[in-house]
């Protein structure tokens, strides 16, 4: 059991985009290299008790920010706008209401 993390850490430093997307790829003499916002998490224990019960799991999630694209000797980075905005429109809510909160809570 204590190997399980050494070998899972091993396995997932290979994470990234080019395990959501694949290896970058050149089409009409442009190169695109996918970027990914990428994170999982594992967790698991036991019980010290007389039936030994154990348990564990694990998961994770990706966004797609965008892409590098090179044409010629020029890079640019181009964000993939609608999934950005996906993620933004609701931490920027939760951030506004979390603030009225706290702006609330002062005047008391």
Not at 33 to 55: E, M, N
Not at 89 to 95: E, F, G, M, N, R
């Amino acid at each position: 059991m204590p190997s399980l993390p050494i070998r899972l850490a091993e396995t997932l430093t290979n994470f990234g985009a080019k395990a959501v997307y694949g290896e970058a790829y050149e089409a009409d003499g442009v190169r695109i290299v996918p970027v990914a916002l990428l994170w999982y998490g594992f967790g698991g224990g036991s019980d010290a008790g007389d039936d030994g019960a154990a348990g564990g799991g694990g998961g994770g999630a990706t966004i797609p920010v965008g892409a590098y694209v090179t044409r010629g000797g020029d890079v640019r980075f181009e964000p993939n706008v609608i999934a950005l905005l996906g993620v933004a429109i609701p931490a920027i809510w939760v951030t506004g209401r979390a603030l009225a909160r706290v702006i609330r809570a002062l005047k008391k």
